[in-house]
């Protein structure tokens, strides 16, 4: 079956732009994380969702960034008014369940370079 | 709190053993094994749970110390495809399902 799904794999803005990444996850996954990680760095966590909610959003670097899903499936990440330090490659992965024993299926990622 | 890895980084000659430890100063409940190529996503290797129970690959294995709240990933007779970045993540019981993750272990293997 089809994997997770991000779009785009990449993505160059400017400084000071929006820009808007997009998660497709397993269906039937009702888990949906997104991760930030900086070159040769580790994973940062930023939010979660459990359907359509986000019970743990401490994450989020600031409040040029938020995260929607819809549906109980596709999941948007937005950031505003992006900043040179946003650069990195943006991950999002899903899994059956947010319990404890549920391994997480991670996308491709997409690299934002903000110029 | 993250996780803490050891070691950093390794060099192994194919067919050599490894190990790599992941320790946390908070009770767990469960610790996940990754691994991430580079340029790649991570991909799942291991789940193991407080009270015993393991989920993963069969030719992974590892081990966890509830009382020590430290797992230790198990790589033997290594093979090329073993290379990459291995990091663990754990979950406690503040950390709301969300998933430390470890800074990493960078595994080399040369043929």
């Known amino acids: 079956g089809a994997g997770v799904s991000q779009s785009p794999s990449n993505k160059v803005t400017e400084k000071g732009k929006d820009v808007e990444l997009r998660c497709d996850p397993i269906s039937g996954h009702t888990a949906l994380y997104w991760y930030r990680q900086s070159l040769g760095q580790g994973l940062e966590f930023l939010i979660y969702?459990?359907?359509?909610?986000?019970?743990?959003k401490s994450g989020l670097p600031s409040d040029r960034f938020s995260a929607e899903r819809t549906g109980g499936s596709v999941s948007t990440l937005t950031i505003q008014r992006t900043q040179q330090e946003d650069s990195a490659v943006y991950l999002c992965?899903?899994?059956?369940?947010?319990?404890?024993?549920?391994?997480?299926?991670f996308g491709p990622g997409t690299r934002l370079t903000v110029t | 709190q993250q996780p803490v890895q050891s070691p950093q980084a390794v060099i192994l000659r194919e067919g050599e053993d490894a190990v790599i430890n992941c320790s946390s100063s908070k009770a767990l409940y469960s610790v996940h094994w990754y691994r991430q190529k580079h340029g790649e996503a991570p991909v799942f290797l291991m789940i193991l749970l407080k009270g015993g129970e393991q989920k993963g690959h069969e030719k992974i294995s590892a081990s966890f110390n509830e009382k020590k709240q430290q797992s230790s990933l198990y790589l033997t007779a290594s093979q090329l495809s073993y290379s990459g970045t291995y990091f663990c993540?754990?979950?406690?019981?503040?950390?709301?399902?969300?998933?430390?993750w470890g800074a990493g272990t960078k595994l080399i293997i040369k043929p």
């Open positions: 969702f459990q359907g359509n909610s986000a019970p743990d």
């Open positions: 992965a899903s899994s059956l369940s947010p319990g404890l024993g549920y391994e997480q299926y």
């Open positions: 993540g754990t979950v406690s019981q503040d950390s709301n399902y969300q998933l430390i």
